[in-house]
T-cell receptor, first 116, second 114 residues
Framework: AQTVTQSQPEMSVQEAETVTLSCTYD???????LFWYKQPPSRQMILVIR??????QNATENRFSVNFQKAAKSFSLKISDSQLGDTAMYFC?????????????FGPGTRLSVLP | ETGVTQTPRHLVMGMTNKKSLKCEQH?????MYWYKQSAKKPLELMFV???????ENNSVPSRFSPECPNSSHLFLHLHTLQPEDSALYLC?????????????FGPGTRLLVL
C-alpha cells in the first residue's frame, strides 16, 4: 500500500519570502502521479500542481514549483513570493496509474501561515 | 465559487437518524466523488461515479449509501452512523474519470454525529 508523509504539521513564512513544504511517499510503483492541493480556511480545496512520475522536469505553476526526486521518493513544494492568500492547509497526494480507489492517497497536511 | 455546491453546510444528527448530503455541480462534468476529511486521518476517497455509474467503492461501510441520479447530482445517504463518522464530507467533480482531469471541490458538509 502507498503512504504519503508530510513531516511538517505547521509552518509559517513572512509575506514575500519563499517557503518549501516537504512530502515523501512510499511506493513500489514506477508510474504514478503526485499532487499538491491547497485548502484555504473555510474555502474549497483546489489543485495547486501536478507531477507525472515519468517526467523528469519539475512542474511549475506561476509562483509554485516542485522538486521531484523520484529515487528519494520526495516531492516538495516551493512557494515563491508568498502572499497572504497562500495561507491554507496543503496536502500532498499520490496516485498510481489505474483506478482511483485505494490508489489515491493523501498526506496528513501542512498548515501554512503567511505572516504580514 | 468553483461550481460545486454542497448542502447542508453543517449537520448534526443522532446515531439513529437518517439524513442525506447533497452535491450539485454546474460545470458539465461527468465524474463525481465523495471524500471524508476527519481530524485524525488523512483525506479519504469514498466513492467515485462516472456517467452516473459507481466505479469505485473504497471499502466504505454500508451505513453510507451513495446515489447519483444524473451527472450533475450526487447524494450521500446516511443511516445509523457512529460518532467516529463525524467529519467534513467533501464532494468533487471532474470532466472525465481520468487522473489527468482536475477535480473541483465543493465547500463540504461538516457532520457531527452524537
Amino acid at each position: 500500500a502507498q503512504t504519503v508523509t508530510q513531516s511538517q504539521p505547521e509552518m509559517s513564512v513572512q509575506e514575500a519570502e519563499t517557503v518549501t513544504l516537504s512530502c515523501t511517499y512510499d511506493t513500489s510503483e514506477n508510474n504514478y502521479y503526485l499532487f499538491w492541493y491547497k485548502q484555504p480556511p473555510s474555502r474549497q480545496m483546489i489543485l495547486v500542481i501536478r507531477q507525472e512520475a515519468y517526467k523528469q522536469q519539475n512542474a511549475t505553476e506561476n509562483r509554485f514549483s516542485v522538486n521531484f526526486q523520484k529515487a528519494a521518493k520526495s516531492f516538495s513544494l516551493k512557494i515563491s513570493d508568498s502572499q497572504l492568500g497562500d495561507t491554507a492547509m496543503y496536502f500532498c497526494a499520490f496516485m498510481k496509474y489505474g483506478n482511483y480507489g485505494q490508489n489515491f492517497v493523501f498526506g496528513p497536511g501542512t498548515r501554512l501561515s503567511v505572516l504580514p | 465559487e468553483t461550481g460545486v455546491t454542497q448542502t447542508p453546510r453543517h449537520l448534526v444528527m443522532g446515531m439513529t437518524n437518517k439524513k442525506s448530503l447533497k452535491c450539485e455541480q454546474h460545470l458539465g462534468h461527468n465524474a463525481m466523488y465523495w471524500y471524508k476529511q476527519s481530524a485524525k486521518k488523512p483525506l479519504e476517497l469514498m466513492f467515485v461515479y462516472n456517467f452516473k455509474e459507481q466505479t469505485e467503492n473504497n471499502s466504505v461501510p454500508s451505513r453510507f449509501s451513495p446515489e447519483c441520479p444524473n451527472s450533475s447530482h450526487l447524494f450521500l445517504h446516511l443511516h445509523t452512523l457512529q460518532p467516529e463518522d463525524s467529519a467534513l464530507y467533501l464532494c468533487a467533480s471532474s470532466q472525465g474519470y481520468d487522473v489527468q482531469e482536475t477535480q473541483y471541490f465543493g465547500p463540504g458538509t461538516r457532520l457531527l454525529v452524537l
